[in-house]
């Protein structure tokens, strides 16, 4: 199974804020769907919480320390918990937010990063990335446009 994270980012690590993302982007949304449609998104609850409902045309895990129900969703303990629940699958998506990415970037073998290329005022940040234990194995740069405000990059990053 490989386990992949999905994150936009801005240029300082930037994710969020008050539980909100911090940009507009509907490019970065498509992207997310094309990228995640059909497979499990492993989520904490605080990002469950910021969308809203189940992520539709996805098996939903949501981990959480709280003993709670959500409906549409499985509910899990730990990333491991997780994990363990996916082990028939050839690909698991992690989708946030910071806690889980934190917990999960050990055991993660590639990462779909979007850079929003500008820099936001956050209270949750993108744990750093070691560029030295990834390497680039595709990109594709785009400039702003009517719908997309900032300039951005799609970046596939592969584990050493």
């Known amino acids: 199974m490989t ?9 300082n690590y930037a ?3 008050n539980n909100q993302l911090l940009w507009h982007m509907p490019a970065d949304l498509k992207h997310f769907k094309n990228i995640t449609s059909g497979h499990t998104v492993i989520m904490g609850r605080k990002t469950y919480d910021s969308v809203g409902k189940p992520l539709p045309n996805r098996r939903n895990i949501i981990v959480t320390r709280q ?3 959500i409906e549409g969703c499985e509910v899990v303990k730990s990333i491991e918990d997780a994990l363990a629940l996916c082990a ?3 690909e698991v998506f992690i989708v946030g937010g910071a806690e889980i990415y934190k917990l999960a970037m050990s055991k993660t073998d590639r ?21 030295m234990e990834w390497k680039e194995t595709a990109r594709e740069d785009h400039q702003p446009d009517e719908r997309n405000k900032f300039p951005y990059s799609f970046i596939t990053l592969e584990r050493n």
Do not use: C, M, Q, R
């Open 3 to 11: 386990v992949s994270i999905v994150v936009a980012i801005a240029e």
């Open 15 to 17: 994710i969020g804020k």
């Open 67 to 69: 003993d709670i129900k």
């Open 88 to 90: 028939s699958e050839d």
């Open 111 to 131: 990462i779909y990063l979007t850079i929003i290329h500008h820099s936001f005022d956050a209270d949750t940040l993108f744990p750093e990335i070691d560029y």
